[in-house]
């Protein structure tokens, strides 16, 4: 005879119903959005589903979805909190599974009628006869016939979850039972660190090094709340368990010691219940709050390391990225709006949520303008969310974008630069002629035939354009550009400003490569075409928004000034470096308000004495120019043009 | 007898040093540069009469010469302590001399024109700022960048002021005059030179100005653009080319010219900001703050330190002179109230 016995108590029901609920909504929403992926997003999946990406898509969503490896680089406590909670919690759902798939595989085995017996007497699991149909529950001994049974322990997947419950006494042959059960002890302790420290940074947020926490709204707290309880609930469940049967590892075995099993027993299955209660609202809820981050993240890290990208209106991707945020509010802590405006209403965490619950569009206009677009959130993003682009789809100028506009500049004039260098000085540029000089003179002292195109006719780039949210008008600069670019012949297009550089670098398709200043010059003088005197002077190097975050040029400008001047390293420098506060990217915050910004960041700049500042971006040079009378401030191809030896000296 | 001292020897500390002098009271005067009456020096006529400034150098300097007054050059202040009763002055980083009451006639200086690096001054020979004109006036030729006979020079307002991006949101309230009064003596030297001169709006408050303002354009053939330069840039043959907008057609337009004169505006002078700073009364850009515009324009929220001229804003030579005026009445009061108590 054939017995099947089977885990069940009716506390599990309602975590069945979340699992089920969250399992079902995550999955349409999932194909929902998956479906309003627009042509170039569904290319991507076509082509790259499986492909060399693979690899790296895993190890980041390994990576930042359990170690969490961006936020500990940024803040180690806030970091270990996070990595606490997700890979505390993930090792405690694997080792669970290992755990009790071991223990019943032992019970399988044995065979033992004793075990059965006490299993169905205590633990409430159910025998039933399967080709008879019917639930047995007695004591069995033998069958009718005299044979001796067969037993089938069943293992549904939540006999991990609740296991101390359902297995009060492991099988004699399941070696490693204590050693498992001292592991998932150890587990639970690791996530109770994350949960101290997020207590910690709920009551005192300094104290885990945070300045400044995203505040959430009252649907996500009880969701936090839930997923707080989890945890100690499991653990009085378990340490009930354990008193009354003295299962467990080490540290529910010693809670339990201090429990009187005559009290406890009566608590046990409220407790239990509880902590499935618990999880079933924590599930239910998850899809609708932040913590659909959980699995978002994962998928949109692998969108992202497959090649996928924003498009300039929403797209399925866009709904990824809105439901990947955790709203750790690591954005916020580097955001120099909050920093030094003290405004902490306007950064991505908030712009995401907005836009996720449908918030009034003339609202999320006004959130998504106030934004420098530095991009020091995007680079902090632990899942690299492209808060730039979504921005820049929300912001209230897109309304007024009307095509035809620029219908007045006609067909740019051809000129013949076959074989030359076109440079690009910008509509910035030329309000620092001090920069546009000194490329001239290097082009002449390196001896390269170039062509000045827009000496004195000039079209914009169109990326102060795009910035704004004027996407068409942006396109039709960028038609024009093109053509003019094109029909010249040039064969490499070198900008002194780094807005321009990134507009011609992603937003154009240029056929000829493109260099920012800083770029071509190290170029230069690794070819040995620059003869170089140095100064004698120290500086400090301003990394550019667009050029450093934007375009990750952090290394050719400093090769360059290291071979003129000693460069100071700075504090906040790279990644970190503070907007110079006039970046074309936000048309709402006062002068006043800018000037703020930019006194933190040459506070930064000359925390340490240094002769001179030192930048790559007209913007950031004339916003600096007017800050201080006290340092000269400089571009780095002046530095260069007055450091340069000439042939016949 | 009760002792005042005056930092700064320009038309305000001067004239404040005079009326005291003739009052009895012993005043020395601090200059820090070798010579008083620098910025003064520095300019060819006067606004409204044209008058040459060497004769009001001439002037000032006649009334430095009173017995009751000691001038001391090359001496800066660089601190003030409050000693109860009177002010302890560090002069030149060691010296230290007290004084009864103190008059701050520390004055201003002008605009670095190369903040504003779009308009070009300091990279093109043709950008020159209204101080350099002044010296071009005075010596009576006004050459092009290349050493000839200029065809065409544009003034441009607003250099360094009502210019939010370079931190002076004021009006430095001469430059308007100014910049007429250096058009209409460009013409006498330059009969055939175009002149234009680019604003924002005219601020024609004083005597004489509304009517000079009219004789330039009816006389002298003076144009007027509203508009401001937003950027210049050198052509092959050494000219400027300047790029604005005639605000009142509301066209941009280019023009290429032989001199772009910026007429700059003026700041607190470096003595003035130190002083302001050592004695916590520094007030909005750098400039004194005094105690009330109305009737306490002279005093300071210290006992016994007072304020006269443009170190407190940007003042006319007139002005500079009353306000100096005043002061040295303010300062007579406040003496014999010290005598009485």
């Known amino acids: 005879m054939k017995i099947s016995i089977i885990p069940y108590s009716a506390f599990v029901i ?51 979805g359990l170690l969490h490896f961006r936020i500990i680089r940024k803040n180690a406590v806030l970091g270990i909190m996070h990595q606490a909670f997700a890979l505390g919690w993930a090792l405690l759902i694997v080792v669970g599974a290992i755990q009790s798939k071991n223990a019943i595989a032992c019970m399988n085995q044995e065979q033992s009628i004793t075990q059965l017996n006490t299993l169905i007497e205590q633990n409430g699991w159910y025998s039933f006869d399967k080709d008879k149909n019917i639930i047995l529950n007695k004591r069995i001994t033998y069958d009718e016939a005299g044979n001796k049974v067969h037993l089938h322990y069943y293992r549904p997947f939540y006999a991990a979850i609740f296991y101390n419950y359902f297995i009060h006494k492991e099988p004699a042959s399941f070696r490693k039972a204590q050693a498992y059960a001292d592991l998932m002890d150890g587990l639970l302790l690791y996530v109770f660190l994350g949960l101290t420290l997020a207590l910690a940074k709920r009551l005192w947020s300094k104290s885990v090094g945070v300045r400044r926490k995203a505040s959430h709204n009252l649907v996500d707290r009880v ?22 049967y003295g299962n467990g590892g080490f540290l529910t075995k010693y809670l ?28 239910i809820s998850m899809p609708f709050t932040r913590y659909m981050h959980i699995f978002t993240e994962l998928l949109l890290i692998w969108f992202r390391k497959i090649g996928m990208k924003e498009s300039t209106r929403p797209t399925g991707y866009t709904r990824f990225e809105l439901n990947a945020c955790s709203r750790c509010g690591v954005c916020i802590e580097g955001c120099p709006i909050d920093k030094e405006l003290d405004n902490h209403r306007i950064q991505a965490v908030y712009l995401i949520r907005g836009l996720r619950a449908h918030r009034r569009e003339a609202k999320m206009k006004i959130i998504a303008d106030n934004c420098l677009m530095c991009d020091r959130c995007v680079n902090d993003c632990p899942v690299g969310i492209d808060i730039s682009s979504i921005r820049r789809m929300t912001r209230s100028k897109g309304s007024l974008d009307t095509i035809g506009n620029y219908s007045y500049i006609g067909t740019p004039r051809p000129f013949n630069a076959i074989g030359r260098i076109a440079y690009f000085g910008g509509c910035m540029s030329h309000l620092t002629p001090g920069i546009t000089q000194a490329m001239q003179k290097i082009f002449e002292a390196a001896d390269q035939k170039y062509w000045y195109m827009d000496r004195d006719r000039s079209i914009c780039c169109g990326r102060p354009l795009r910035q704004q949210g004027f996407l068409n008008q942006a396109d039709d600069l960028m038609c024009k550009n093109t053509e003019m670019i094109e029909r010249s012949g040039a064969m490499m297009l070198v ?37 170089l005197k140095r100064d004698k002077r120290t500086v400090s190097y301003h990394d ?67 002769d001179a500042i030192v930048t790559a971006c007209p913007m950031c040079k004339k916003s600096f120019q007017h800050a201080t009378d006290r340092y000269p401030v400089q571009d780095i191809a002046e530095v260069v043009a007055a450091n340069l030896i000439k042939q016949d000296e | 007898m009760k002792k005042v001292a005056i930092i700064g020897a320009g038309p305000a500390g001067i004239e404040a040093a005079s009326v005291l002098a003739r009052a009895g009271v012993p005043v020395t005067v601090f200059e820090k540069s070798s010579d008083s009456l620098s910025n003064l020096r520095d300019k060819s006529f006067l606004f409204p009469n044209f008058q040459p400034s060497p004769e009001l150098v001439d002037e000032f300097s006649g009334k430095l010469q009173a017995d009751n007054i000691t001038v001391r050059h090359g001496s800066c202040i660089t601190e003030l302590k409050w000693k109860g009763t009177s002010w302890e002055l560090v002069c030149n980083g060691s010296q230290n ?71 002076n949101n004021y009006c430095s309230k001469v430059c308007c005059v100014t ?56 052509t092959f043959d050494g000219r400027i080319q300047i790029k604005t907008e005639d605000t009142l057609l509301g066209l941009p337009m280019k023009a290429s010219v032989d001199l772009l004169v910026l007429m700059v505006g003026m700041e607190a002078s470096d003595g003035t900001r130190t002083v302001g700073r050592s004695c916590d009364i520094c007030g909005e850009y750098g400039f004194i703050r005094t105690l009330n515009p109305h009737l306490y324009d002279n005093e300071t929220d210290r006992p016994g330190l007072f304020a006269a001229g443009s170190c407190k804003r940007p003042m006319s030579i007139n002005d500079s002179v009353n306000d100096g005026r005043s002061a040295a009445t303010v300062i007579r009061e406040y003496l014999d109230q010290l005598s009485e108590n």
């Open chain 1, 14 to 64: 309602p975590f069945l119903i979340g699992v089920v609920i969250m399992a079902v909504t995550c999955i349409i929403k999932y194909i929902r959005w998956i479906r309003m992926f627009d042509a170039a997003q569904r290319d991507v999946i076509r082509h790259n589903w499986f492909s060399w990406k693979t690899i790296p898509a895993l190890w980041e969503m390994f990576r930042e």
């Open chain 1, 223 to 244: 969701t936090k709340l839930s997923l707080w309880m989890i945890f100690p609930l499991r653990l009085i469940s378990e340490s009930i368990t354990s008193s009354l």
């Open chain 1, 256 to 283: 339990g010691s201090f429990l009187s099993p005559d009290i406890f027993q009566y608590f046990e299955l409220v407790s239990w219940l509880s902590y499935s209660v618990v999880l079933a609202i924590f599930f």
């Open chain 1, 495 to 531: 900008t002194s400003c780094p807005i321009c550089y990134r507009s011609f670098k992603e937003e154009y398709n240029l056929k000829i490569p493109v260099m920012h200043h800083t770029e071509y010059i190290d170029l230069l003088l690794r070819q040995g075409k620059l003869n």
């Open chain 1, 544 to 610: 550019p928004c667009e050029l450093g975050r934007g375009c990750g040029i952090y290394e050719q400008p400093r090769n360059v000034l290291n071979s003129v001047t000693t460069v100071r390293k700075i504090k906040e420098q790279k990644e970190e470096s503070i907007c110079c506060g006039f970046n074309l990217g936000n048309a709402v915050i006062s002068i006043e308000e800018q000037t703020k910004i930019r006194d933190a960041a040459v506070r930064s700049l000359t925390a340490k004495p240094v």
């Open chain 2, 97 to 167: 001399l007290v004084f009864d009451a103190v008059l701050i006639a520390t004055g201003y200086r002008t605009f670095d024109a190369s903040r504003k690096e779009e308009l070009g001054y300091g990279i093109y020979k043709g950008v020159i700022t209204s101080l350099e004109m002044e010296q071009m006036i005075k010596s009576g030729s006004i050459p092009n960048a290349n050493g000839d006979i200029p065809q065409r020079i544009a003034f441009l307002q607003c250099v360094g002021s009502r210019d939010e991006k370079s931190g």
């Open chain 2, 179 to 234: 910049a007429v009064k250096q058009a209409i003596e460009v013409r006498k030297i330059l009969p055939k030179t175009e002149l234009t001169i680019f604003y924002m709006d005219l601020r024609m408050w004083g005597q004489g100005f509304e009517e000079m303002y009219r004789t330039a354009q009816e006389k002298y053939g003076i144009d007027f653009i509203r508009g401001r330069i937003s950027e210049a840039a050198s």
